[in-house]
């Protein structure tokens, strides 16, 4: 079965940099669509960034230029380098495949495997 499994969050000052990591096992990487996602409380879940099977990137507005998303094909891992971070960036920061092509990459019924997700704090 598929696992994805994310690291790297924490807590940074505005300004910081993260750089978070999901591993995925349990299918043929590269395959999919990947995503990050995040969600604050009281706010529903919200596309950050998406990186096709061909290396082709997608980002949030609100985080254009300052956040890169990347695969390692070799090591079946996605990684999402966050830089200038913003308090409101504060979220639960979750790694999806997406099963899934319909209107957006932002829908997130898309997306059948998701990680548990790791914590970033921007103070």
């Known amino acids: 079965h598929v696992q994805m499994v994310e690291s790297g969050g924490g807590s940074v000052q505005a300004g910081g940099s993260l750089r978070l990591s999901c591993r995925a096992s349990g299918y043929t990487f590269g395959t999919y669509q990947m995503a990050w996602f995040r969600q604050a409380p009281g706010r529903g879940r919200e596309g950050v960034a998406a990186?096709?099977?061909?290396?082709?990137?997608t980002y949030a507005g609100s985080v254009k230029g300052r956040f890169t998303i990347s695969q390692d094909k070799a090591k079946n891992t996605l990684y999402l380098q966050m830089d200038n971070l913003k308090p409101e960036d504060t979220a639960m920061y979750y790694c999806?495949?997406?099963?899934?092509?319909?209107?957006?990459?932002?829908?997130?019924?898309?997306?059948?495997?998701w990680g548990q997700g790791t914590q970033v704090t921007v103070s």
């Open positions: 999806a495949v997406r099963t899934t092509y319909g209107s957006s990459w932002v829908l997130t019924w898309q997306y059948s495997y």
């Open positions: 990186i096709d099977t061909d290396g082709t990137t």
